[in-house]
């Protein structure tokens, strides 16, 4: 109960950060994409459920971008099984680990959402802004997810056990 009300409490902070703070103050390649950083956390210490949590933040990040529903819900949902199946090859106590996974994440995520894009979109212009802007924001949450993944209340969130 306790782990559900942390984890009910970190996801709400970080879309009111993601959705209303970081825009006012901080430009666009290096805003930082918390809601991925949350997924993958998720992805790699949470259990199999933690998948409908993944693909409705992805859902919520669709609302709000205003880019094409579903988009980053199908993104994170792949991305969310992905790291969920690796979890239990890897070591994920190690924190430079998570920072790095973040950092594939990012740049896996936008990869993803430009093939999706090309897909179905018939926008012409979207696409450059995409891809000269993954790297910038693969670095800036690499940057944030090293302080986050520190914090001493984190540590154990989403563990399944």
Not at 95 to 112: E, P, S
Not at 116 to 132: C, D, K, N, P, V
């Amino acid at each position: 109960m306790l782990s559900s009300l942390k984890i009910f409490l970190v996801i709400t902070a970080t879309i009111l950060f993601q959705v209303t703070i970081l825009p006012a103050y901080i430009a666009d390649p290096f805003k930082p994409n918390l809601i991925i950083i949350v997924v993958t956390y998720l992805g790699l210490k949470g259990g199999r459920k933690a998948g409908f949590i993944a693909f409705g933040l992805g859902l919520v990040q669709d609302c709000y971008s205003g880019i094409y529903l579903g988009i980053n819900g199908f993104s994170y949902l792949l991305h969310f099984l992905t790291l969920n199946l690796l979890s239990d090859r890897l070591y994920t106590e190690s924190r430079q680990l998570m920072v790095f996974v973040v950092f594939l994440a990012t740049i896996a995520n936008g990869l993803i959402n430009l093939l999706l894009l090309l897909i179905f979109s018939t926008a012409e212009g979207i696409y450059l802004t995409l891809f000269t802007d993954l790297l910038p924001q693969a670095f800036i949450n690499a940057l944030i997810s090293s302080f986050l993944f520190n914090l001493p209340g984190l540590t154990k969130l989403g563990e399944s056990g």
